[in-house]
């Protein structure tokens, strides 16, 4: 144990980011009041005094336990107070509001979105003010970063999540401090002058916009464009849906991302053109100079989060080399971690800061046990060092990928020994061709150049899905089965440095029962299901089997409409939105065990009638019918004491097509008839396991 636990006495950092960490999280999960952690606090500081001032070699570790509790409660407190910023909207109200953009607009299907933040407001919506909400506009005003806007907008609580396994926006927009929405019409801006803001942001925003300008000025496709933009300023409007899923097959993601990838990249090149300076006195003048190109970067890509994040923890890197040629690089990740989390604390909820941290960690630690079987040669050693590399990322960031994104590569190496190399090269250019772009004949050449590396890279990636089972999907994980993963890895490195045969027992073990845990899930899932969907507006009853899946809509729109539906199917084995039979209400259906026709529907057993324009005139029974469930959408032209006359519904499904007055009159008459009655507008989507 000895062995194991003194190396920690070298990482201070390490042990101050634990406890901050560790309160910041039970403060999100348990979501106490600050004033709940006082009497830790209290024992913290009573350990720091008493370690403080015993000067016993034995008991040196209470200093230590006292400084982790003291952060404990600091970071709960820190959170504590943050969620007590929450804003109370009960429904959505119609509003004036002035509105400051505090972000470059970007398009969406069906207009711009942006995020605001509220200066002047009703007294009714007091609680707004000094707030952020994501705001949408299908107005032709554009703004800009920093503009004063007077709206007429509906403004209403973020949502949270109304179908299974949906996103849930409500918790990812509170972590960045926004909790409502503002939904502008048409014809509904008025931009009333400039407010005030940060002179350094201000101007990124603007060179960000001018790159985005800059990039749709050029001759670039649609598809070349689309990649062009993510990888320079980590904006995906221009993305295609299918390019972007194809990137996300092979795992490929984290090239899109503006990350601390492309900051790792421009870091090496800086590196390798600066390799003259290796005098110690002239040495600072080289990290100065990678410094600021680094930072210079940042601006360009408008200080994306992810961008700045990797950027603080290279300058915390480069900075612990000029002070002190004895540095520990664990120490210094730690601080920059540290730093982050004093901005926002909800970063520890971030998929993006979790997935930068833990692939730097892995690299760290797995890396250098990989190097030593490296050739000599130095070609040879180059492409070693990127499949090293890449494992060795890959080690401590899988739990994550496997938790977040339910699937994991089995290409990945390919996948960055081809993409990585053309990707870099593309940044590379981009970057000179915006430096060059009043040149309008250095531009000629360079967009030719980059036009044909954007295609190859297009080209390669859709070859690279291609590939038979490429990946492995439909793997899900809990948080603790996650936290798992990385404590068997954790184990397996100190193996591989102590050479204990315990701990590789011990981390094969939790491996495999991980492993058991998730496969047998999987198989507990196999079931035959019928869901009632929370979609505004419209209907989608989807009916899933082993054979199948069907949809009964009120119109088969574009898939991109039923994206929403695209993590349960996943779940449930049932494929992806693309493999959903879509049919009319009106339709007939037989497919496995689901017969659809005229509204009438069997299914595993149940009988479930769905009344239409159709069904409504061929029901004529003299004794009430008794089904299963009744689903009422907005193509139902019953009322319900009529319904109830020749039907015995054991329940009643409202969908959220129906409008707020027959939503009303269908509780009040399930309530008369004793019928149990669902809202899925109130409650989200309908479930029944069969």
């Known amino acids: 144990m000895r062995q194991l636990i003194e190396p920690l006495r070298v990482l201070p950092l390490l042990k101050i980011v634990v406890g901050f960490s560790l309160g910041v999280a039970i403060s999100v999960e348990v979501g106490f009041g600050w004033y709940y952690y006082l009497p830790i606090l209290l024992l913290g500081v009573l350990f720091l005094i008493w370690g403080y001032s015993n000067q016993k070699y034995s008991e040196r570790w209470l200093f230590g336990l006292g400084v982790m509790l003291f952060l404990f409660c600091t970071g709960a407190s820190y959170v504590a107070g943050i969620r007590n910023l929450n804003v109370d909207l009960p429904k959505p109200e119609k509003a004036f509001l002035t509105l400051q953009v505090d972000d470059n607009p970007i398009k969406t299907r069906y207009g711009y979105r942006w995020t605001s933040v509220v200066i002047q407001a009703s007294d009714s919506l007091k609680g707004v003010l000094g707030s952020k909400c994501a705001t949408f506009s299908r107005d032709s005003i554009l703004p800009n970063y920093g503009d004063l806007l007077h709206v007429r907008c ?194 520890l909820y971030d998929v993006g800061f979790l997935l930068s941290y833990a692939a730097v960690i892995s690299i760290l630690l797995f890396y250098k046990p990989l190097s030593i079987y490296a050739p000599h040669n130095k070609v040879a050693r180059w492409f070693y060092d990127l499949v090293a590399v890449s494992i060795a990322a890959q080690i401590l960031t899988m739990p994550l990928v496997l938790y977040y994104f339910h699937q994991f590569p089995l290409i990945f190496l390919l996948t960055n020994i081809v993409l990585i190399p053309l990707t870099s090269l593309i940044i590379y250019m981009a970057l000179v061709y915006l430096a060059i772009s009043w040149w309008s004949l250095g531009c000629y050449y360079l967009d030719v150049a980059l036009n044909w590396l954007l295609r190859i890279t297009n080209i390669a990636t859709l070859h690279l899905e291609g ?32 050479r204990k045969a315990l701990l590789l027992i011990i981390s094969l073990s939790v491996i495999l029962v991980v492993a058991c845990k998730s496969f047998w899930g999987q198989l507990d899932s196999c079931k035959n299901r019928l869901v009632v969907y929370s979609q505004r507006g419209g209907t989608s009853i989807l009916f899933g089997q082993g054979q199948g899946a069907i949809c009964l809509c009120d119109s088969v729109r574009d898939r991109y409409s039923y994206k929403f539906m695209e993590p349960s199917l996943v779940r449930w084995g049932l494929g992806g939105v693309g493999d959903v039979r879509f049919c009319k209400m009106n339709d007939a259906v037989r497919l496995g065990g689901v017969d659809i026709k005229d509204g009438w529907c069997s299914f595993n057993s149940k009988f479930i009638f769905i009344p239409h324009r159709l069904a409504s005139s061929r029901i004529g029974a003299k004794e009430r019918v008794v089904v299963d469930l009744v689903i009422i959408t907005k193509k139902c032209r019953w009322k319900p004491e009529t319904l109830f006359k020749v039907l015995a519904p054991k329940v009643v499904v409202v969908d959220e097509s129906v409008s707020n007055y027959w939503e009303k009159k269908w509780d009040e008459g399930c309530d008369e008839a004793n019928v149990p009655f669902y809202s899925v507008r109130a409650s989200g989507a309908y479930r029944l396991d069969m």
């Open 467 to 498: 590939i038979p089972n490429a990946i492995i999907s439909g793997i899900y994980l809990n948080r603790w089965q996650m936290l798992a993963l990385f404590a068997a890895f954790v184990l397996f490195y100190i193996f591989m440095i102590y």
């Open 154 to 347: 509906l403004i209403s609580a973020v949502e949270p999540p109304k179908n299974p396994y949906e996103f849930n926006f409500k918790e990812y927009y509170s972590h960045q401090g926004i909790f409502s929405v503002a939904s502008i019409g048409k014809g509904g801006i008025h931009t009333v002058g400039k407010g005030r803001s940060f002179f350094l942001v201000r101007w990124a925003k603007a060179i960000q916009k001018y790159t985005l300008e800059t990039f749709q000025r050029a001759s670039f496709a649609k598809d070349e464009l689309g990649i062009l933009v993510a990888l320079m300023i980590g904006d995906k409007q221009f993305l295609d849906g299918d390019l972007k899923s194809s990137y996300a097959n092979i795992g490929a993601m984290h090239i899109l991302a503006v990350s601390g990838m492309h900051v790792a990249l421009i870091y090496g090149v800086l590196v390798v053109l600066l390799f003259f300076m290796k005098d110690r006195r002239i040495l600072w003048v080289r990290s100065v100079a990678i410094l600021c190109a680094l930072w210079l970067y940042a601006f360009v890509a408008g200080f994306s989060p992810s961008i700045v994040r990797a950027t603080i923890m290279f300058t915390f890197i480069l900075v612990g080399k000029l002070i002190n040629r004895d540095y520990n690089i664990y120490n210094l990740v730690a601080a920059s971690f540290l730093v982050l989390l004093l901005v926002n604390p909800f970063f």
